[in-house]
């Protein structure tokens, strides 16, 4: 049936009303509607239309919508397109309304925005093809002139695609990945190094599996984009911890999350491409090498033999379970002055539950100690190595400093290295 399909004038307000058929043929002025659909991590919906659409067929497009039928309101029709072309029946946001005119299509149009996680049921007469898309990948489609994407919707829309775009900060950055905070919503994260890589790849199979019983918020990383890799994640919100304000209530909270964690079974974790006990063990044994070798020669003579001896004793093999590897008052945060959540999980792995019990043990005010060990209930062993590693700590800072980050960090990890010997 040829629908009769909703007019408006030149100032957006309906003016009848006409047969889709002779809107098509006149190029009547009429409404219609866009809705931009987002996922949970951001990326937007990209679809082709098929080749029998009546306007652009076989275009690109990265907005569902259509005509508004004679005495429609548009949310409602906005609603109904989505729905029918693929599936999405969420909440919209209106954007805005604008004019778009060429000579294949005269209309105001009333545009909105959606998330949804929700299956895609494409309509087989609209949607030849379809794919969800990072906000960059778009950028670029609407950027190449040869790129067949409808020039109605990026005339109305693209403005909105760049200013997500560029709704991006830089917190500080850690020393294995870039972080950008995207949106105020997201993180994205780059390994630096590509030995970092695999490890960030193990971390979005790892999180989602441990992350509902930890009690305290943690990233879910996915892959965003394989080449380069990106991950992104849901912001955990909450700022790094200040350790001197550090309660008892936290210690508590806290020593319950590293027993939840160091009692995860190996069937949980077991496939994920975790770093494993014995990789681990190489890692660290190397790790000692290069400090004895490119670190130890950097302390005065009297200190040779305190240093020898503790990593000798960092060295002896020890009970192992699942650790985050790298908890610090800048992966601890705080919301409204409690711990709400622990970030940075590159660096988990099987290994010694006393990495974790460092910082946690020597680092943090005795009230939240005391606490920490009621909860928790570590062995005479296990705070033994805590201590250890907490003597080694900057050691790390100043091998790296040795390695790739420059000179500042050595100086920094050897000034560590002597008040903690």
């Known amino acids: 049936m040829d629908e009769i399909v909703a007019l408006y004038d030149a100032s957006g307000r309906p003016d009848g009303s006409a047969p889709r058929s002779e809107m098509r043929a006149r190029n009547l002025r009429h409404g219609a509607t866009a809705v931009v659909i987002r996922d949970r991590l951001g990326r937007i919906h990209v679809h082709r239309r098929t080749d029998t659409k009546d306007v652009y067929p076989g275009r690109y497009d990265f907005?569902?919508?259509?005509?508004?039928?004679?005495?429609?309101?548009?949310?409602?029709?906005?609603?109904?397109?989505?729905?029918e072309e693929l599936g999405v029946t969420s909440e919209l946001v209106p954007l805005g309304e604008a004019d778009y005119a060429d000579d294949q299509t005269t209309y105001h149009a009333f545009l909105y925005q959606t998330e949804w996680d929700g299956p895609i049921r494409p309509q087989a007469e609209e949607v030849a093809w379809q794919e969800w898309t990072t906000l960059e990948r778009l950028a670029e489609m609407l950027d190449d002139r040869a790129s067949p994407v409808m020039p109605d919707t990026s005339a109305l829309l693209g403005r909105w695609v760049r200013e997500r775009l560029s709704d991006r900060v830089s917190p500080e950055q850690g020393w294995d990945s870039e972080a950008i905070i995207v949106e105020g919503r997201w993180v994205d994260r780059c390994p630096r190094r590509p030995e970092v890589a695999p490890r960030l790849l193990a971390e979005t199979r790892l999180m989602p599996v441990i992350a509902g019983g930890l009690g305290l918020s943690v990233p879910e990383p996915v892959v965003l984009e394989d080449a380069p890799l990106r991950v992104r994640h849901v912001l955990v919100r909450g700022d790094p911890c200040e350790p001197e304000l550090l309660t008892a209530t936290d210690g508590a909270v806290v020593g319950r999350f590293l027993r939840a964690l160091h009692d995860t079974p190996e069937t949980k974790y077991a496939g994920t491409g975790v770093l494993d006990a014995e990789s681990a063990r190489a890692e660290l044994?190397?790790?000692?090498?290069?400090?004895?070798?490119?670190?130890?020669?950097?302390?005065?003579?009297?200190?040779?033999?305190?240093?020898?001896a503790?990593?000798?004793?960092?060295?002896?093999?020890?009970?192992?379970?699942?650790?985050?590897?790298?908890?610090g008052p800048?992966?601890?945060?705080?919301?409204?002055?409690?711990?709400?959540?622990?970030?940075?999980?590159?660096?988990?792995?099987?290994?010694?539950p006393g990495l974790d019990l460092?910082?946690?043990?020597h680092g943090t005010p005795p009230a939240f100690v005391e606490a920490l060990v009621a909860a928790y209930s570590p062995t005479p062993e296990q705070r033994a190595r805590g201590l250890l590693w907490h003597r080694l700590g900057p050691w790390w800072e100043a091998l790296a400093g040795t390695d790739y980050l420059g000179e500042e960090y050595v100086g920094s990890g050897l000034t560590g290295i002597v008040a903690r010997l």
């Open 285 to 308: 044994l190397d790790g000692l090498d290069g400090m004895r070798a490119r670190v130890l020669p950097r302390l005065s003579a009297d200190r040779h033999s305190d240093a020898h």
């Open 63 to 83: 907005a569902a919508g259509g005509v508004l039928l004679a005495g429609e309101d548009p949310h409602t029709a906005a609603r109904r397109e989505a729905d």
């Open 358 to 361: 460092a910082w946690t043990l």
């Open 330 to 352: 800048h992966h601890l945060l705080t919301t409204s002055g409690r711990v709400s959540g622990v970030i940075d999980w590159t660096d988990a792995r099987i290994w010694d």
């Open 310 to 327: 503790l990593l000798d004793a960092v060295g002896e093999p020890t009970e192992v379970c699942l650790v985050h590897g790298d908890l």
